[in-house]
């Protein structure tokens, strides 16, 4: 009975990311590495990477693989581009789980897979979907691995962490290398166990790696260092092989590469805060326990202990914090080792004696966090986008009715801790993946004019054309890439040529088109759009939301044409 209770939270969580699973493609990189994923299905180029025809070079192959084989089996749809993140979810909260298991108890392995899936960020990338959640995924992996290798010697746990690293790297770059490396190198160094960085086996480990990354090192290489006449990125002379081993990940550090987008030092830690709730409260004194183990002992550790995770979280997390270009996402990466410094301290303060005191601040700070997280779910399902559906505002208050228990009756801290954690987290996110993001999606027009215009048989896809508008959303849902159009002016001659064509424009292109004095256009559709991966007070407040929107629309043009 009480391994189904267990089970529980997990079948939870399943639930909302199959919910997760359904929705559209989300604006602006999911939408384009979904298209990218298709485009390379059409075309069968695997090893040189392309994007509506033109050179890609941005982010490794591995996401735009995976992808590209589940649309294979299972169709061109939402649950397919989701379904190898979801599972590289999974296997980073069983990797948690297992490595938690090599120096704690069961009930801190089991918490530390708890936390992971239940944290915000890992229910957001299994629906915004990029390449962190295969990264963690396959870093989590590379860890566990590794440790079971240095306790047990066996080949068969040394092949599994470089294989680990071999995929984090083909999924987000060196970045897959150097958590692994940082969470290793703090632990030796704490143990004393300098004879661990010269092991023979690191080599076999390397050329593992280096097998798995031959692939698409020879893409590059044939793509753009083979080619250096090719203007990429705005580009000419842009060596692959560099770019992927340096210039996109060191070079943000170092200014070398371009991208800046000026966020504080601290932008990093301030996402932290929403990103890892339910948890986020319970992190910070676990990270600060981790820190004071280590120095009342004088930064040495016995072989029984480790400072994995600690190294693996801390020394990441501070080089990603000091890049001159940052988004909330590429701190992903070590939340599961962040999971595990969590699991381990709820495990600790429910089950030694001389820790209540930090039970009851805990306590005390979890039912702060789990009422500002059923807060913000009322404020959105009443006030921002009002919920009719009453089995979703059913489901939502059983939950809430079960974390009132938890809270005011149960007696039993686990409940008090645990249960109310992730009780509000899947109630709230049951509420944002059905109903919430569902009516976001309205506002996400590309995907909403493609879909329109497939049920429009008197619209040929290849007739449309996408004018100061454009969003990867629109190629996706279209099945076909759409034409983009450089000047307005060419518009005479498109429909002179061909007849009448489509275009989805905003409202400056609408105005450069009715000023042509041929052809004609007619506004079919009209539609408010919005950027919803990054929503503001503005769009939120009903009263406002029009203000914060776009105009886009759908124009037929149309002229003296030499076809019937």
Known sequence: MRSIAQLLPFAALLVVFALGA?????????????????????????????????????????LFW???????????????????????????????YRFARLYYSVQAAYLSALVLLSCQAFILINHDVRTDGILAGSVMLAIWQLAAYLQQRRWIYLIGGFVGVGLAMLAKGPIGLIVPVAAFTVDFILKRQW?????????????????????????????????????VNYKTGQSGLRFYFWTQSFGRITGENEWN????????????????????FLFLPALWFAFRQIVRQGFLLNPRQEAIALGGF?????MVSTSKYQLPHYSYVVFPLAAILTGVYMDKILTETPLRRWFRVSRALQYFTVSVVWLLGFVLALWAFPMQTWVLWAGGIGLLLGCAWAMGLSRNPYHQLVTTGWLSIVGVNLWLNAHIYPTLFQYQTGSVVAKYIRQQPDIPIERVYVYKAHWHSIDFYSRKNTQWLHDASMLPEITQTGGPCWVYTDSTGLAEIKALPKPTAEVLKTYNRFHISSLTPEFLNPATRQKACNSVYLVRVAGNSTKP
């Open 22 to 62: 359904r929705l559209e493609v989300m604006d602006v990189d999911a939408a384009q590495y979904a298209s990218i994923a298709k485009e390379m299905l059409e075309t069968g180029s695997y090893l040189q990477v392309y994007n509506r025809g033109v050179d890609y070079l941005d982010k490794p192959p591995l």
């Open 314 to 318: 801390v020394l990441p997390f501070l």
């Open 195 to 231: 004879g661990n960085f010269f092991k023979w086996q690191w080599l076999v480990g390397a050329g593992i790696v280096a097998l798995l990354l031959l692939p698409m090192c020879i893409g590059l290489y044939q793509q753009f260092d083979l080619h250096p006449e090719k203007v």
């Open 261 to 280: 987008n000026n966020v504080s030092v601290t932008f990093q830690a301030e996402n932290f805060l929403w990103s890892f709730l339910p948890w986020t």
């Open 66 to 96: 995976l992808t590209a084989f589940s649309f294979s089996v299972f169709g061109i749809n939402n649950f397919a581009y989701r379904l190898p993140a979801i599972l590289f979810s999974l296997l980073a909260a069983f990797a948690a």
